[in-house]
């Protein structure tokens, strides 16, 4: 009689598996459900067939932001468009699968009352069901297959549990259940078992199911059908092969039921590809390709950035199997050399050869079955109970706990996201604990660093200098505390455009921090400010890096998105708000890099912190009726995001549908915000689309506000694109606003669906100029700029200096030696043509925490002065830091015809050094405000 652990070795498999689901799964938060990344395209085929009938598959969005995070950071995108028409890019193989498992969760759900939108938990649980289902199935006839061989049962079963716990099949059937990898390695093995017993053993009647098998691994992923360059092998030999198809001519029936039974299956995709184009045949995947001129061989296999060798040892142990194979000239043994040489080298070919694998290259999970048998071989020639068998039987234990232990590392993101280099594999190879690490871009795509370093033993000019103490420290005498009263830590504050060059950029911030609890609460916050209000938050929690009264080192890295303004500011700093001081934190540098290229697109979205706002009225434009009454026309049903109808705008229709009416009642008319969103698709490679916001007093336009979309689009993929409107200084309750997109081009095609406009109430006041000038009122502005590069006939222009700049090579530079700055002097009636006002902007940086420096207007007649106003740089510059300062001053009521006026700066300090850089001088005519 058995024993219990041999007799159901797969049953304790299957139990193993459930408890590793329950522990590290959690199928009911959003970031971790199980129908989840390309698991999403796979089953979409069964909801939109049996549940929402649609095969555009527009309830995408539906489900997206119903189920899963709201900063769409688990959000798949699997429709690609073909001819103005949308095909699921995955093939269907995985829906056939899944369908029993679908139908039982979808009448549990209609029985219990639950929603049956094929979204709800329920359907979760029941796709995570089916995953250890067939696992169940392929251990099983694995084991099966093994003994099939001649393997004794015991080493089949070790042989199994190498497989179920010595590679990455766990991960993808416990934590990304949804891919295709367990379903294809079940199939395989039973395709192996069936094969050998009709090829070896004559047993026809199981060609209809070889038949049924071989058609599903082909529709779930057509690579897999190499596999059949295996048969040979599986079939004893070559000459098997032969006898085989000549016995068909004695049973026809057998082998037509066969082929009727695969061409059936391989016409699904077919079936389903013409009712989503009408056409019977397409390439669904887009612009995903081969590459068969640059195969990454050597990176799949053996690279620190999931190479299968190294991160599934047993596995290149497996190959050592090839040794007796071919020493012993075992019939069909080449075809086999031969599918693994031509297998790989293709699954190297594809254009993201790592296939975005979070653990090992789970391509090679669909021919464990092989390895396994290859494994079995290498067995074979050793006595049961002789030291080569041990030998090799202590080496595969030990690969399974390393396994498993390296599982743990992937679930607990030990290794840092990104790729993982020579460095940080060892470096973390016994870690249990995750490490806050970043890796920095190659060399070759760094474009700018701009550095920023703060050892807090002396004033930097960083924010919150108030926060330093000398209570501990990592190195020196001086730390930043956090928590207590320093709820915000030392950090920086810094215009963000002039630190960055090109498009693409990142952000890397590291730290030492000395915990002094076990959650000392402490978080890295980055936050992007555009006219003071946050457009771009990100936060970073530090507690799971930290150990108490351990000085541990950090480094992050943060998004640098799309910039609203080129006057947009981010605050880097350490927020805790603790009631007592609960860590420090010391050696802090801040790196903002621009890059050359970059593999991930400049964010397009707002990231509003939720405390800082509240909407006060949104209007949803989802294009399927006119509901907001502008632009109609635009409305078509050849292309859509979601539902059937979006709006197009081309040559010949340039305005999109979007928004015409007056701002809502309530919202704060001074500090007005506007959040704008929509989905966006163009057929350019550069598109010219515009968002366009336009301000009306009585009909008449007085405020534009455009944002070109050309950065953030991509050729013919729908793109989530955001942007914070700018506003008007003064907007009236009877003001009309418009918001639309712009086509400019004659060209250019653009869809545009799912538009929605928030009215915000701002709770933290943005910056604002001295003075509003309305701009309703403007009646002519001449603007004067001096950029400091050169003398072009302002006075003082001795002061212009290479010692430091903002922008280009030059700024001016006052200080003790010489206190005037560069200054305009000039007649009031050469620059205006009535009363208005003038406002003058520039970039300071002052070397001084309260600056004596002073911006001075001054009103001259017959070369005296008779009326002085100043505004003084202790109010708005920044030590040590480039500051925008912005003045507005009316030009005197009782000015006569031959007045001059002369601007400059003053530095009455001996001790302070001031620099200006990009002085604008705007001379504005206002009309009659009393009209």
């Known amino acids: ?31 971790d459900r199980v129908i989840n990344s390309d698991g999403k395209a796979y089953y979409a085929y069964l909801t939109a067939i049996f549940i929402y009938h649609d095969l555009q598959f527009n309830f995408v969005e539906s489900y997206e932001s119903s189920y899963y995070p709201a900063d769409r950071s688990a959000y798949k995108e699997f429709r690609v468009r073909i001819d103005d028409r949308i095909v699921n890019k995955a093939y269907p193989g995985l829906a056939v699968l899944w369908l029993p498992f679908f139908l039982l969760a979808h009448l549990i759900t209609l029985l219990a009352g639950f929603s049956s939108d094929g979204y709800s938990i329920v359907y979760q649980y029941a796709m995570g069901l089916s995953a250890l289902f067939y696992l169940w199935l392929g251990c099983t006839f694995l084991k099966k297959l093994l003994m099939l ?72 992923r057509p690579l ?78 053996f690279s620190y950035e999931k190479g299968w060798f190294l991160y599934t040892p047993a596995a290149l142990i497996s190959f050592i199997g090839f040794v007796p194979l071919l020493r012993k ?76 232990f390296q599982y743990y590392q992937c679930w607990k ?19 249990v604990r995750p490490m806050a690490s970043a890796e920095y871009p190659p060399e070759a795509r760094l474009l700018r660093v701009s550095t920023f370093c703060h050892g807090m033993e002396s004033d930097a000019g960083w924010i919150n200098p108030g926060s330093s103490t000398g209570d501990l420290a990592h190195t020196g005498v001086f730390s930043a505390g956090s928590g207590g009263r320093d709820t915000i830590s030392t950090g920086i504050d810094k215009l963000v455009k002039p630190l960055l060059e090109g498009k693409h950029a990142e952000t890397i911030i590291s730290a030492w921090v000395c915990s002094q609890s076990r959650h000392p609460g402490v978080t890295l916050v980055v936050d992007y400010l555009s006219s003071g209000l946050s457009f771009f938050y990100q936060s970073f929690p530090l507690d799971p890096y930290l150990r108490k009264n351990t000085w541990t080192f950090v480094r992050f890295k943060a998004v640098v998105p799309r910039l609203q303004t080129d006057l947009d500011h981010v605050k880097v700093y350490f927020m805790n708000h603790s009631p007592e001081r609960t860590a420090f934190i010391d050696d802090v540098c801040i790196e903002l890099i621009s890059l050359r290229t970059s593999s991930e697109p400049v964010p397009t979205v707002v990231n509003l912190h939720g405390d800082k706002i509240s909407v006060l009225y949104t209007l949803i434009h989802d294009m399927e009726t006119d509901s907001l009454g502008t632009n109609p026309h635009t409305l078509t049903d050849d292309l859509a995001m979601t539902g059937r109808s979006s709006s197009r705008i081309d040559a010949s229709n340039p305005y999109s549908a979007g928004f015409r009416g007056p701002p809502p009642a309530g919202m704060d008319l001074l500090h007005p915000e506007i959040q704008v969103s929509a989905y966006v698709l163009t057929d350019a490679d550069t ?54 997109f712009w086509n400019p081009s004659k060209c250019e095609v653009v869809h545009l669906d799912d538009l929605r406009i928030d009215f915000l109430s701002v709770k933290e006041t943005r910056s604002m100029s001295t003075d509003v000038i309305d701009p309703r009122m403007i009646l002519s502005d001449t603007a004067l700029l001096h950029e400091m590069e050169y003398p072009i ?60 420096t002073t911006l001075a207007v001054d009103f001259r007649r017959n070369e005296k002065s008779y009326r002085y106003v100043p505004y003084y740089m202790n109010m708005r510059s920044r030590f040590m830091e480039w500051e925008y300062v912005e003045f507005v001053t009316p030009v005197p009521d009782d000015r006569l015809p031959g007045d001059e006026v002369f601007i400059y700066f003053w530095n009455a300090s001996p001790d302070e050094v001031f620099f200006i850089d990009n002085m604008n001088v705007e001379f504005i005519t206002l009309a009659d405000q009393t009209e």
């Not at 199939?187 to 070896?200: E, G, K, N, Q, S």
């Open 1 to 31: 009689m058995k024993k219990p652990v041999i007799k159901y070795s797969c049953g304790i498999i299957l139990l193993l598996y459930i408890i590793a689901f329950a522990a590290f799964k959690h199928p009911r938060q959003e970031w």
């Open 149 to 220: 061989l001649g393997t004794p049962e015991r080493r089949a079963i070790l042989i199994t549990l190498v497989t179920a716990f010595g590679t990455n099949l766990i991960y993808y059937t416990v934590n990304e259940s949804t891919m295709t990898h367990t379903y294809s390695f079940a199939l395989v093995a039973a395709w192996i078992f069936f094969v050998i017993r009709t090829f070896r053993n004559g047993q026809l009647s199981w060609l209809p199911l070889i038949a049924l098998l071989t058609g599903l691994i082909i529709i779930i």
């Open 224 to 301: 897999n059908a190499l596999v059949l360059l295996t048969v040979p092998f599986w079939a004893g030999g070559w000459g098997n092969v032969k006898s085989f198809l000549y016995s068909l001519k004695t049973n026809r029936m057998n082998g037509m039921t066969s082929l009727l039974i695969f061409i059936l299956i391989l016409a699904i995709p077919i079936v389903l590809w013409y009712l989503q184009t009408g056409k019977p045949l397409v390439y669904s995947y887009g612009d995903e390709f081969f590459n068969f001129s640059r195969p990454r061989i050597a990176k799949i296999l």
């Open 329 to 404: 000239r075992i019939p069909g043994s080449l075809f086999l050399l031969v599918f693994w040489i031509v297998f790989i080298y293709m699954s190297s070919c594809w254009w993201i050869w790592n296939y975005t694998s979070r653990f090992s290259q789970r391509i090679f999970i669909d021919f464990l079955a092989i390895n396994a048998v290859m494994l079995a071989t290498l067995f074979q020639p050793m006595p049961v109970r002789g030291p080569g068998c041990w030998l090799l039987a202590t080496l595969l234990c030990l690969l399974i706990l390393l396994n498993i």
């Open 413 to 431: 993101w030990i290794y840092p996201i990104g790729p993982v280099t020579r460095e940080t594999y060892w470096k973390h190879f016994f870690s």
């Open 687 to 740: 598109s010219r689309a515009v968002l366009v916001a336009d301000f009306r007093d009585r009909g008449r336009s007085f405020y534009y506000s455009p944002f070109a979309l050309g950065p953030s689009l991509r050729k013919d993929r729908w793109i989530f694109v955001e942007n914070l409107i700018t506003m008007p200084p003064v907007l009236k309750a009877d003001d009309e606003v418009l918001i639309y």
């Open 793 to 852: 006939g302002w006075k003082n222009e001795v002061t212009l200096s290479d010692a430091l700049a903002l922008y280009g090579r030059r700024s001016c530079r006052i200080s003790a030696d010489n206190p005037y700055s560069v200054a305009l002097q000039g007649p009031l009636t050469g620059f205006m043509k009535g009363d208005g006002k003038i406002r003058i902007g520039a970039y300071v940086h002052s070397n001084a925490r309260n600056s004596s």
